[in-house]
């Protein structure tokens, strides 16, 4: 079993910054990708943004594209997505998934594509 756990999240004014991040921890397991999606109230979850561990490849949805940035550090098994200029609408929990280096096709924004999910950061932004 893998176990993500996210943090950083909070209530910041609009404009504002936060820095998320998730740590995974358990069985050994050899990671393909990472992954951030979002569920605002009485929505859908939503892609957010990905990396891939090997290459660092990123993939992000068009509404967070020039204020979020996505990193990984390898050696923590540590994803981080950097918020800025946040606005109300992405208001949210927000949520990390891992993908195992099983083969296999993988797309980013597909959310039965990973393998294991964290419980949740909430993250409110004020107007």
């Known amino acids: 079993q893998v176990q993500l756990v996210e943090s950083g999240g909070g209530l910041v004014q609009t404009g504002g910054s936060l820095r998320l991040s998730c740590a995974a921890s358990g069985r050994s397991f050899s990671v393909f990708a990472m992954g951030w999606f979002r569920q605002a109230p009485g929505k859908e979850r939503e892609f957010v943004a990905a990396?891939?561990?090997?290459?660092?490849?990123?993939y992000y949805a068009d509404s967070v594209k020039g204020r979020f940035a996505i990193s990984r550090d390898n050696a923590k098994n540590t994803v981080y997505l950097q918020m800025n200029s946040l606005k109300p609408e992405d208001t949210a929990v927000y949520y990390c998934?891992?993908?195992?280096?099983?083969?296999?096709?993988?797309?980013?924004?597909?959310?039965?594509?990973?393998?294991?999910w964290g419980q949740g950061t909430q993250v409110i932004v004020s107007s």
């Open positions: 998934a891992i993908r195992g280096a099983r083969g296999g096709t993988w797309h980013a924004m597909e959310e039965t594509k990973y393998d294991y």
């Open positions: 990396i891939t561990w090997s290459g660092g490849i990123t």
